[in-house]
């Protein structure tokens, strides 16, 4: 069975300055512990959930925005037993672990250097975590070196698309993924460059037809307008299953893809 537990589900600007929701961070189990973009309240729902901190495997941070890694330096530190022991994988883009132009870095060198091993990825590079064969892909975004990721699990693709606007390159690779998390920031009829509205999330699911679409990094507009209205918009539309993801929900995935609501 392989797990996601969605820590954070809102994002953009407004949800992180009045955390209207947590704003990022999933864990996915599936043999290891992946803490995929851990934002703020990452660390604090883990702890109402009873996730150790110390038994993370990997920390993956997608781009370097703070609804994206603002919890990522002292997951590194309980990964790694507060620097006592080598352990775990870090992952980051270019501009998370190096910086580009005036944008980065967010994981300090000292940081970077905790983890038994430390690695900056492109769009195409590839990794293991355990069993688990990881893509990085691409996403058209704020952040040029922004990566999404696409983890081969035990279960079937599990997609996650980051922040990105409606590109069909971006579309393509993650077609054929059993589960895609996608980043809806904006409601209907409000888009914004180098996001997705829901127009465009009907559009990038026809696209790829996943099994299930889990909905996250809602924006404050949409989550006053409705996250659930959003999703059955999206679903109505693509014929896909279509979940707005809460704060502490758990998705187990199997033979049966099963959601639980906190």
Known sequence: MTRIIFLGTGGGRFATIY?????????????RNLNIDPGPGALTNMN???LDPARTDAV????????????????????????????????????VMKGIDR?????????????ADS???EPG?????????ILATHTKHTDPSGVGFRLSTSNGTISYVSDSELDQGVVNEHRD???????????????????????????FIKGCTPE?????????????????????IIEEATGVRTLAAEDLMKVSVGKRIRASRP
């Open 125 to 133: 590079d590839s990794f293991e975590i355990g069993d688990m064969d």
């Open 177 to 203: 993924s059993r589960v895609l998390i996608l980043s809806l920031t904006r409601p209907r009829s409000a888009r914004v460059r180098f996001h997705l509205c829901t127009e465009d999330a009907i559009d």
């Open 119 to 121: 690695l900056t990825v």
């Open 212 to 232: 299930i679409v889990l909905l996250t990094h809602m924006g404050a507009a949409l989550i006053n307008e409705g996250a659930d209205l959003q999703a059955g």
């Open 103 to 115: 944008i980065g870095p967010a994981i300090s060198g000292y940081h970077r250097s905790l983890p």
């Open 48 to 50: 109402r959930l009873g």
């Open 60 to 95: 993956l941070v997608s781009h370097c925005h703070p609804d994206h890694y603002a919890n990522a330096e002292v997951l590194v530190e309980g990964m790694t037993m507060g620097g006592i022991k080598r352990r775990g994988l870090l992952v980051g883009s270019l501009s």
């Open 19 to 31: 955390q209207i929701r947590s704003t990022g961070g999933i864990y996915i189990s599936d043999g």
